[in-house]
């Protein structure tokens, strides 16, 4: 009886240890999604650019100093690399990883920046004066020379052929309650355009944001390319049926918009699955991604 009960114990506790190591390599083994985003609107000179997404790293280490991330960033070899929120936690964070990363990013490729909602209550917090950590980043990272695109377009050339990068900053309130006005205003078409202007007919839109639940509001804008993040993946992906939980504050269950491609009209938008997590370090078949887009006429 001993025996079995031995027997018994080392199974399970081998049992365990495969479940963890399985966890564990879910959750930091990076792998990286290639698009190819074909359109006649893309200008000819743009023909072949890559985009990298990177997403929700919240302060994620991929080896010392993020020697695993640079390793990969290099094979890829973008043109630019978009940077759609949430790199820093909101618990405390000053953003030291993602600056020491930033540093080495910026000396092969441009890097444009938008907030997620963590940057955001980092902020808020900085004007409660807990901290002053939201503009002590967001100046290092202008004197690092990224380009901070919120609410701010920018026009990428390759010799006379243009695109328009605009970024999109979200309220926190359009991530707590989707259905949220702020006074007079209600997230729609007329709301984005009041925040970036209107899109126009003669150029191609890339348009980068961290919450990818106004999809519908996006398309009705104008852009053509859409880059979110935000949902993490849905933490523990189903097959066939997607991301389990969304991060929209509340427990949300099968977020439409957990990761992929997603298609409406002449717009289309990825959703990076992230590299971090925030709080519980949790990923079941949803390994830490990068998203490159590549531009095809």
């Known amino acids: 009886m001993k025996k079995r009960f031995q027997t018994f114990v080392r199974r399970v506790f081998i049992i365990i240890l495969l479940i963890g190591g399985f966890l564990f390599f879910q959750a930091n083994d990076m792998t990286i999604t290639n698009y190819t985003y074909e359109s006649d609107k893309v200008p000819q000179g743009f023909q ?17 100093d993020n020697v695993r991330l640079l390793r990969e960033i290099e094979k890829v070899n973008p043109d630019i690399i978009a940077v759609t929120g949430d790199m820093m936690n909101s618990l405390r964070d000053d953003g030291a990883v993602f600056l020491q990363l930033a540093e ?29 950590y939201y503009s002590t980043y ?50 729609n078409q007329s709301y984005v355009e009041q925040k970036i202007g209107q899109a126009t ?33 849905g933490m523990i992906r189903i097959p066939f049926m997607g991301g389990l939980i969304g991060q929209n504050g509340k427990f949300e269950l099968f977020p439409t918009y957990s990761a992929g491609e997603f298609i409406e009209n002449e717009t289309t938008m990825y959703v990076g699955r992230g590299l971090g997590n925030y709080s519980i370090n949790l990923r079941l078949f949803n390994r830490p991604e990068l998203v490159v887009v590549t531009l095809k006429r």
């Open 104 to 132: 080495q990013l910026v000396k092969r490729y441009p890097v444009y920046y938008i907030d997620g909602n963590h940057e955001l209550i980092v902020k808020l917090k900085s004007k409660r004066g807990e901290h002053q």
């Open 48 to 64: 072949g650019y890559k985009i990298l997404q990177l997403t929700d790293l919240h302060s994620n280490l991929f080896g010392k």
């Open 138 to 187: 967001i100046d290092r990272l202008e004197q690092l020379g990224v380009h901070i695109v919120n609410d701010k377009s920018v026009t990428l050339s390759r010799g006379e052929d243009k695109i328009l990068l605009t970024g999109l900053d979200i309220p926190l309130i359009f991530y707590s309650d989707k259905d949220a006005d702020i006074g007079a205003y209600e997230f």
């Open 201 to 233: 007919d003669d150029l191609f839109h890339l348009l980068l944001v961290h919450n990818p639940d106004y999809f519908p509001v996006y398309e009705q804008w104008g852009a053509n390319l859409v880059l979110a993040g935000h949902h993490h993946g």
